[in-house]
């Protein structure tokens, strides 16, 4: 999946590896020439560009967002557009982010509910970017700690999310040092790590962030301990459309070769 939510979320700074990416039509027909699985992004962008490619590209509305203008401290994102607007636009689903263990989290598991019982009315498949963030989070060993990951991927199953999107943990021993027990005796491997959250998770599927642009060999490396881990799938945005075109069609059929032989 190819999300381009980060203008909302990160500002025009994003765009400044690759200017072509900018115009939301470059992204529209990377993500229909390389085969995406579908587009995420915001109801301005949805608005102006997805009528044009409709039935080519399934549409994931981003219906909650905030800027990184304040401190991620009590992070929280309000809604932007609406589960029926996802319905008006042709929408295949809809995307939330709930940012776990942040001073917020009270009104922001309420709006996610809410969401919900939206998604559920029309029928309509929950993406939840279930994301740790707050002092509480850095104090138990950090955002990218296996414990708040895990945490994470296990509030998005019981919120009712059908697909979770999720970062992968990054195993460090100062950070588990500060997590609770019994992770702060655990070591893992990147496979590991990702296999215990997946399991977390439950039935809910898991996608795997891209997070900021990489080289490469992490970016495929990344790619591999997704579905080692039994993830369902990659929701790359700047590993993706942050390269120049060939580069990023070249990346994307390597993508497609990984899952490939690991869906086989």
Same mark, same amino acid.
């Given at each position: 999946m190819l999300p381009i939510d980060q203008g909302l979320e990160h500002g025009p700074i994003d765009f400044f590896d690759n200017p072509d990416s900018l115009d939301t039509d470059w992204i529209y027909r990377l993500a229909v020439v390389g085969n995406?699985? +579908?587009i995420a992004l915001h109801i301005g962008l949805a608005e102006k560009y997805h009528k044009q490619y409709a039935g080519k590209v399934p549409l994931v509305l981003k219906i909650n967002g905030k800027t990184n203008l304040p401190p991620d401290d009590d992070a929280f994102s309000s809604l932007t557009s609406s589960v029926e607007d996802a319905v008006r636009l042709g929408a295949d689903a809809v995307g939330y982010t709930l940012y776990v263990g942040s001073p917020a989290q009270d009104a922001?598991? /309420?709006q996610? @509910?809410? /969401? $919900?019982?939206?998604?559920?009315k029309y029928g309509m498949p929950l993406i939840i970017w279930a994301y740790p963030r707050g002092s509480a989070v850095k104090a138990k060993g950090g955002i990218d700690s296996l414990y708040a990951i895990d945490y994470a991927a296990r509030v998005a199953c019981e919120m009712g999310c059908d697909i979770v999107k999720l @970062?992968?943990?990054k195993w460090d021993a100062a950070a588990a040092e500060k997590s609770p027990k019994p992770y702060n005796t655990l070591e893992f491997t990147d496979t590991e790590g990702l296999a215990k959250v997946v399991k977390s998770a439950g039935r809910?599927?898991?996608?795997?962030? +891209?997070?900021s642009k990489m080289g490469d060999e992490a970016t495929?490396?990344?790619?591999?301990i997704a579905m080692e881990a039994g993830c369902v799938g990659l929701i790359?945005? $700047? @590993?993706?459309w942050? $390269?120049?075109w060939d580069d990023a069609l070249t990346m994307t059929t390597r993508m497609h070769e990984i899952m490939k032989n690991y869906g086989q």
């Open positions: 995406f699985s +579908g922001d598991i /309420v996610c @509910n809410e /969401v $919900r019982q939206e998604c559920e @970062n992968e943990p809910t599927l898991v996608l795997v962030s +891209g997070g495929l490396h990344k790619a591999k790359f945005g $700047r @590993n993706m942050q $390269r120049k």
